[in-house]
Nanobody, 126 residues
Framework: QVQLVESGGGSAQTGGSLTLVCEATRYTPCMSWFRQSPGKEREGVAGIYSPFGNPYLADSVLGRFTVSLGNRKRRLTLQLNSLKPEDTAMYYC??????????????????????WGRGTQVTVSS
């Protein structure tokens, strides 16, 4: 089973930047970042299919966030730029070794992932 540890959350002002890092204990081809704020459902923010490096981004963060792999494809980094107050949420890293080429359809579906990190808080003030 893969274990995930997130780091890098914190506070920023509107327009600022933060970098979130997720370290996995083993390689999995499909990894994603989700976020959840109080009273809202968990939503997919960004994902990546490691064999080809295909990134996936939610429309709400397109042009502002980027996702990338590192450390032998076991590190998933989410770069958050041009932050908005609505980006405030707990951010979670997720992975599942069962997901392979179906990543392109499942990267943003919380129920498709069995391994989750504990989350890291991002707070954006106006």
């Amino acid at each position: 089973q893969v274990q995930l540890v997130e780091s890098g959350g914190g506070s920023a002002q509107t327009g600022g930047s933060l970098t979130l890092v997720c370290e996995a204990t083993r390689y999995t081809p499909c990894m994603s970042w989700f976020r959840q704020s109080p009273g809202k459902e968990r939503e997919g923010v960004a994902g990546i299919y490691s064999p080809f490096g295909n990134p996936y981004l939610a429309d709400s963060v397109l042009g502002r966030f980027t996702v990338s792999l590192g450390n032998r494809k076991r590190r998933l980094t989410l770069q958050l730029n041009s932050l908005k107050p609505e980006d405030t949420a707990m951010y979670y890293c997720a992975a599942d070794p069962r997901l392979d080429d179906t990543c392109y359809t499942e990267w943003n579906t919380p129920g498709s992932f069995r391994a989750w990190g504990r989350g890291t808080q991002v707070t954006v003030s106006s």
